[in-house]
């Protein structure tokens, strides 16, 4: 029982942490379509900065988050909150989904993890 009970702590524990850092990859590979829009290299290079702010967000979200766990609970809740908030998700429900849940799922693993190890 107490291996399980480390297993499963362990993966409590490398879930949230793995699915942020997932997040911020997928974020920067959405920003990449700057590209295929033509403009010349400063414009390019201001809107990938600007497309690339969610996932600086993430990754800041992420490192403060890896020492304090209260902390990603309580920051990927808002970003997960804020998302859907600020793009009016409810009008793109489906593609809105995946940007607002894993948020959401993250800060839930971060709460799992805290309670796990403070029983």
């Known amino acids: 029982m107490d291996k399980r009970?480390?297993?499963?702590a362990r993966m409590l524990y490398?879930?949230?942490r793995m699915l942020a850092f997932l997040l911020a990859g997928f974020l920067v590979a959405?920003?990449?379509d700057v590209f295929e829009?033509?403009?010349g290299f400063w414009p390019t290079l201001a809107a990938l900065f600007v497309?690339?702010?969610?996932?600086f967000v993430v990754s800041?979200?992420?490192w403060i988050s890896w020492r304090f766990e209260w902390f990603g609970t309580v920051a990927f809740s808002g970003l997960g909150i804020a998302y859907f908030a600020a793009f009016e998700g409810?009008?793109?429900l489906p593609a809105s989904l995946l940007l607002t849940l894993v948020p959401l799922l993250i800060a839930?693993?971060?709460?799992?993890?805290?309670r796990a190890i403070r029983p």
């Open 90 to 92: 409810w009008r793109h």
């Open 5 to 8: 009970h480390n297993g499963f």
């Open 51 to 55: 497309h690339l702010i969610p996932a």
């Open 108 to 114: 839930l693993l971060f709460l799992l993890h805290r």
């Open 60 to 62: 800041i979200a992420l």
């Open 30 to 32: 959405l920003s990449l």
């Open 37 to 39: 829009d033509g403009f």
């Open 14 to 16: 490398w879930s949230p």
